[in-house]
Each structure stands twice: as C-alpha cells, then as structure tokens.
C-alpha cells in the first residue's frame, strides 16, 4: 500500500496522505516519500500543490509506534534527519502550498501547515499540538511558529489544546473555513485565483518568504534526543497501551 499518493490534476500536483488507517501518522517511509513527491512536484511544470489526507485524517503527525520503537539515539537521528528532509522540501518549494484539512491534523500534522501558503479546513476538523505529553517537543512550531503566529502558537505548544478549525482560523493557522462537503470546491476557487497570477513572480515571492529551515533543523535534533528519553519512552507506552484497550 502507498502511503502518500501523487496525482497530477492539469497544472497542480495533489499529494495525499495515505494511510487512513492510521490517522495518516507520519512514520520513516511516509516522511521519505513525501519530501521525494514535494521535489518532483517542484521540478515539474506544476504551477500549484494541494497537500490532504485520505481518511477521516489529514494527519495525525509523528507515528508514536514507529518512534516508541527507535533503539538507540542513532536510529531516532536517522528517523528525525528523514522528518528534517520533508521539511527542506517544503521550504524549498518555488510553488504555492495550498493544504487541504479534511479532518484531523495533530502533532507534526498540525505543525506542516506552518509551511503553507494557503489553509483550506473542513469546519469539523480539529487541530493539536500535543508532544508535551508524550515528553517531546514540536520543533516546527517552536521555531517557525513564533514567527507566524506570535505569542498566539504558546498556548498550543503548551497545553496540547485541541481548537477547532473556527478557532484555528482566529489563531491564524487556518485561512478558510468549509462545510465538509465543499472543501474540493474551495481548495479548487484558490487555484483558480492562483493561476491567474504570473508564474516568475509567484516564484520570487515564494523565494523571499522562504522559512529558516536551520533554526528547524536543530529543534528536530534535540527532539531525537528526547525521543530517547526514559520519560519519553515511558509515556509514549502508555499511550500505545491506552489504543490497546479501545
């Protein structure tokens, strides 16, 4: 089974989250495939990338399994450098970003739409920052967070909160809100304006509102650290053991 899918609709790439049932957790091989399918798109003739999930998910970050299951500091670097390039792609990107939310987007799945150009949510989606808990942190958010949504990304990182799409729309990480049923339609009325815009300029301004993919890069190395942790550890068995009993 592909865990992401990469269809070419016209001129826009659509990259899709593919493992519904697993809320689209992002493991090694998903975080792989979707830095590789981020360059293809970006060297082809794509003028637009919509990035979605299948599922009642667009994606619930990190898969805690694939994580609780890292051996040593050198297999959760190995892990994390593969995250890390995912996001170099993302912030490399010459093309506009639009993300499709169809459901739910926690954790890492949350912290990718900090690289978009353009949020599209379904108004039943729900949206988390919740490392702490497990005894983590969200390099994204704690690094480029601040700088998109200011003091506004605290109060997520530091509750583990989860905000509906309205609210996300008022913090800031959500541009617009949907019925359910129209989000296809939505996401297709923002290409539309997209594509009426001059190619070569939408490159440049891509260029210039490229994100500190550095700080990122050092925030992500200390996460494979504490993903190493015994407090860590700990408390991601205990949440794989709590989906045991339901």
């Known amino acids: 089974m592909q865990y992401m899918i990469y269809e070419k609709r ?8 593919n493992r519904p049932e697993r809320l689209n957790a992002l493991d090694r091989e998903s975080w792989d495939s979707l ?16 990035l979605t999930g299948n599922g009642r998910a667009f994606s619930s970050g990190d898969d805690i399994y694939a994580m609780y299951e890292l051996k040593d500091v050198d297999e959760a670097k190995d892990f994390f450098l593969t995250l890390y390039s995912a996001i170099e792609s993302l912030t490399e990107l010459e093309k506009p970003l639009i993300c499709a939310v169809n459901g739910l987007a926690y954790g890492g799945g949350c912290e990718i739409l900090l690289f ?9 989606a729900k949206f988390s920052i919740p490392e702490a ?20 990304i605290n109060r997520l990182v530091l509750t583990g909160e989860a905000i509906t799409a309205e609210e996300a729309k008022i913090l800031g990480l959500v541009d617009y809100v949907v019925p359910d049923d129209k989000l296809i339609e939505e996401v297709n009325r923002v290409i539309e304006m997209i ?10 301004i891509k260029r210039w509102l490229r994100k500190d993919k550095k700080m990122v890069e050092k925030a992500i190395m200390e996460l ?23």
């Open 195 to 204: 594509n009426q815009l001059d190619f070569y300029s939408l490159k440049t």
């Open 133 to 152: 808990k497990l005894g983590l942190i969200p390099p994204m958010a704690i690094t480029i967070g601040p700088l998109a949504l200011g003091r506004r």
């Open 10 to 17: 016209g001129n826009v790439s659509w990259i899709i989250f």
């Open 35 to 50: 830095s590789k399918l981020l360059k293809k798109a970006n060297e082809d003739d794509t003028r637009v990338i919509v």
């Open 224 to 246: 494979a650290l504490l993903s190493q942790t015994e407090s860590a550890k700990k408390r991601m068995k205990e949440f794989i053991d709590s989906r045991k009993k339901t």
């Open 116 to 124: 978009c150009d353009v949020t599209i949510a379904v108004q039943s």
